[in-house]
């Protein structure tokens, strides 16, 4: 329901007009002059103002001229018993949306204030597009093809046209803004706004002017009216990233949104309705928050309605591949670089790194090294400091499991890693390698052939394979 703010001098104007209005199923408030208006949207949240311009202390050209400062998302339409052309182009320069000349027909009145709010509520749905177009050129894609990621994705999938929370768990850097971007655009929600809000990043009160917006004056520096990320979202979706570090306070008002699908402006005293997916997220143990005593029980089971864990990269590493391809492209094109690849000692060692930081760490090692490489090949001088090195022995240690395993099996596994680490000490050249393993020639030869172990065509600068052959 639109709130309309009737300004006039006259009383039995603004009840004559409050009658008609109200009849057409709107909330309206009226005040006497424009300081008095000024008073009225400072308290509440108004979507139109229809004033006289003619009246005493602040007249409607001032008030216009103030609104643009205090309230600038409400839409004023003018009214005139002066129908000067002067006035009303003043008027309409000032930034009002229409303009009504007394005496007036009240079918006129109906059809002016029915298409100023029109052209309001257009001009908000096409922020929303740009915003949500803006969003949805930001997305990366999710990369993944083992059987963990497989298994969220396909939960993603099932769930994004769902109306009930989600709560997204995981380490950070491990893309769960991403499942949120996913869930949301996935959904039929997909053409309103996706606001992200991280949590841990404001304070408690600027987190609460955020969230909730406020109106004028309600503290310090609250200079004029402003709507919050949820009214924003309205529609939509939201995605409060580090949930577990908002403070019990926010957390009770966070818990009314959820029971009442509303919120109130600080300051304010109108409750609005708001249409939202809420997704969250937390790097934490919201259980142990619980037995902490800093998390709510109630919220966080209203949050955790559809959970969705996602795994650290050390656990899906064979996702490491196509993240490391798809990185090296990416920062290809924005540094402008035309790097072809990574030598194999260096796909290893990305492979088994730890990775702490996830897939945000991971990116940011190969932005670096791209960024600062000279060469057309990513080698391991390129990710100094990144990678850790590993010892030769580290892929030996094994469990023996109460099943029992293929011990040929794992020697030659062993042994084809070894011969691969060699053939990358020596640049890949097969005497060289050989005599550091302490093999003659033949021997080592036979070697390659039995594990077909054979040179990246697009790592070798050899012009001809069979003088490498030769080596």
Not at 395 to 407: K, Q, S
């Amino acid at each position: 329901m639109a709130q309309i703010l009737i300004v006039d001098n006259e009383e039995s104007m603004r009840e004559f007009l409050s009658i008609v209005l109200k009849k057409e199923g709107y909330a309206c408030l009226t005040a006497e002059d424009g300081d008095h208006a000024l008073r009225v949207i400072e308290k509440e949240p108004i979507d139109l103002v229809l004033s006289d311009i003619k009246m005493p202390r602040m007249n409607g050209l001032e008030l216009l001229k103030a609104l643009k400062e205090v309230s600038p998302e409400t839409v004023v339409v003018m009214m005139t018993a002066f129908a000067s052309t002067e006035t009303a182009v003043e008027a309409m320069k000032e930034g009002a949306l229409d303009y009504l000349t007394k005496p007036f027909q009240i079918d006129e009145v109906k059809l002016i204030i029915k298409n100023a709010l029109e052209r309001k509520s257009l001009k908000s749905e096409n922020q929303r597009l740009r915003s949500a177009l803006k969003s949805k050129a930001d997305f990366t894609k999710i990369i993944g093809r083992s059987e963990k990621m497989r298994k969220v994705l396909t939960l993603v999938e099932k769930v994004a046209d769902n109306r009930s929370n989600v709560l997204i768990t995981g380490e950070s850097g491990t893309g769960k803004e991403l499942i949120a971007r996913a869930i949301h655009y996935n959904s039929g929600r997909r053409d309103h706004h996706f606001v992200a809000v991280n949590c841990s990043a404001l304070p408690e009160t600027l987190l609460e002017s955020e969230l909730f917006g406020h109106m004028k004056g309600s503290f310090t520096g609250a200079i004029a009216n402003k709507a919050g990320l949820f009214e924003m979202a309205d529609k939509g979706s939201i995605f409060l990233d580090e949930i577990g570090e908002t403070s019990l306070a926010i957390q009770v008002k966070l818990l009314r949104v959820l029971q009442e699908r509303e919120i109130r402006r600080i300051g304010g005293t109108k409750d609005t309705k708001v249409d939202i997916r809420i997704i969250t997220a937390t790097n934490k143990d919201l259980e142990k928050l619980i037995e902490q005593g800093t998390f709510r029980e109630d919220l966080y089971y209203r949050l955790d309605v559809i959970p969705i864990h996602l795994p650290p990269l050390r656990e899906r590493p064979e996702d490491i591949p196509l993240l490391t391809d798809y990185f090296l492209k990416k920062y290809n094109q924005n540094l402008e670089k035309e790097i072809e690849g990574f030598t194999p000692d260096v796909i290893r060692s990305l492979s088994q790194n730890e990775w702490r930081g996830n897939v945000r760490e991971l990116e940011n090692a190969i932005e670096r090294a791209v960024a600062l490489t000279s060469n057309t090949i990513l080698s391991s001088d390129d990710f100094s400091g990144s990678l850790p090195k590993a010892a030769m022995t580290a892929d030996v240690e094994y469990d023996i499991p109460e099943a029992g395993l293929n011990l040929e099996a794992l020697i030659e596994k062993i042994e084809k890693q070894i011969l691969l680490k060699a053939l990358d000490a020596c640049h890949w050249v097969k005497k060289d390698a050989a005599e550091r393993l302490h093999l003659n020639f033949r021997s080592f030869r036979y070697r390659l052939q039995k594990y077909e172990i054979k040179r990246s065509h697009s790592l070798s600068e050899c012009a001809d394979s069979d003088e490498w052959e030769e080596n």
